[in-house]
Nanobody, 124 residues
Framework: VQLQASGGGLVQAGGSLRLSCAASGRTLGSYFMGWFRQAPGKEREFVAAITWSEGTTFYTDSVKGRFTISRDNAKKTVYLQMNSLKPEDTAVYYC??????????????????WGQGTQVTVSS
């Protein structure tokens, strides 16, 4: 499975960005797709996740009401719409694919494949 993340950039606080993650290869066994982020000097943290089948979504508390994860099964692409961005959202954002049916979505080791990351910088 190959994951290609895109859509990062520089935006002012209060602005919006939409990240995309296109999956290719042997994607049939993927059950969950997740977004994580890692700021300099910090551990990688969970942002959001979604199931391919039902579209069930999960969010970390700090992004609820601001970020929306969605998926397009036909395009094998997952999106992260980020609104009302804050400087503390600045990080490299990674998408990941989990091939486990029962996954603890917030745990990075539950994911089998990772994209290369895309930088999001929010200026104050």
């Amino acid at each position: 499975v190959q994951l290609q993340a895109s859509g990062g950039g520089l935006v002012q606080a209060g602005g919006s960005l939409r990240l995309s993650c296109a999956a290719s290869g042997r994607t049939l066994g993927s059950y969950f797709m997740g977004w994580f982020r890692q700021a300099p000097g910090k551990e990688r943290e969970f942002v959001a996740a979604i199931t391919w089948s039902e579209g069930t979504t999960f969010y970390t508390d700090s992004v609820k009401g601001r970020f929306t994860i969605s998926r397009d099964n036909a395009k094998k692409t997952v999106y992260l719409q980020m609104n009302s961005l804050k400087p503390e959202d600045t990080a490299v954002y990674y998408c990941a694919s989990s091939h486990y049916v029962h996954t603890i979505v917030a745990v990075p080791t539950e994911y089998n494949y990772w994209g290369q990351g895309t930088q999001v910088t929010v200026s104050s």
